[in-house]
């Protein structure tokens, strides 16, 4: 599995959910790791802009990687964080 395919199961995943809109693409980060013994290993660095659906995506990246380990055999490295609003005075 590629880092590309894995971004496009995520954005299906939050596509299904609604939840696309909250998914801010261009600072997320799809990455192949090392492999891990002969198993596939990618990263996936999700950023949100609503932290209040913080607890909702890490769900859905939990699915996600529960889903490619058991039927596909690739383990996946997962962290999400949130965009910080700019303050302007």
Not at 46 to 61: G, N, P, Q, Y
């Amino acid at each position: 599995m590629t880092p590309e395919q894995l971004k496009a199961i995520v954005v299906k995943q939050f596509e299904a959910t609604g939840l696309l809109g909250c998914l801010d693409l261009e600072h997320s980060e799809f990455r192949e790791l090392p492999r891990f013994f002969e198993t596939s290993h990618l990263s996936m660095d999700l950023t949100i802009s609503d932290a209040s659906l913080a607890s909702v995506a890490c769900c859905l990246a939990s699915q996600v990687k529960s889903d490619l380990s058991v039927n596909h055999g690739v383990e996946v490295e997962v962290s999400i964080r949130t965009k910080t609003p700019v303050l302007q005075e």
